[in-house]
């Protein structure tokens, strides 16, 4: 029997780049779903905010609707950002806030009336001007989005996002 040596060294050679091939083909596997995981977190959060945003603006349209009031906050703690904005996960009354919180497509919103000022910012013709406090929640997944706005009867002053 003749055996020529160099048959097995090519067998060793294209087992080493059947290896090679493989691990390069598993790190582009778990890089694609690395990829993937990433873009679905950002397609969640940016839904949230779309939610939030949508809320403010429901809101921001209860405000300059005729006719609109509120009662202004009971105490200096009642006047702050609402913590429970956090956490909240239904509608109704709620927290140390009491900002009664009003469900919509995707999340929330409250309205707080903090005061009046006759300077609001961008000029103010001396007369005095109701702010009110826009709190907006969007909720998508696990992904949460809370925004807020100051505002006067006649337009936005502010905003913020907190989350």
């Known amino acids: 029997m003749n055996m020529n040596p160099q048959r097995g060294a090519v067998l060793i050679v294209s087992l080493v780049f059947l290896l090679l091939l493989t691990l390069l083909a598993t790190s582009s ?25 949508t809320a ?3 809101a921001e349209s209860n405000i300059l609707s005729s006719g609109f009031s509120l009662l202004a906050c009971s ?19 709620g927290g140390a806030s009491g900002v009664d919180w009003v469900a919509t497509r995707g999340g929330f919103y409250g309205i707080q009336h903090v005061g009046q000022t006759d300077q609001p910012p961008g000029g103010g013709d001396g007369q005095f001007r109701i702010l009110y406090r826009v709190t907006a929640i969007g909720i998508e997944g696990d992904s949460r989005t809370v925004i807020e706005s100051i505002h006067t009867e006649e337009r936005r002053v502010m905003w913020r996002q907190r989350q």
């Open 75 to 93: 105490s200096p703690a009642r006047c702050l950002p609402p913590p429970e904005a956090l956490t909240l996960s239904k509608s109704g009354t």
């Open 56 to 58: 403010l603006r429901i």
């Open 29 to 53: 596997m778990q890089n694609a779903t690395l990829q993937e995981k990433v873009a679905g977190t950002l397609k969640r959060r940016d839904a949230s905010f779309q939610s939030a945003e």
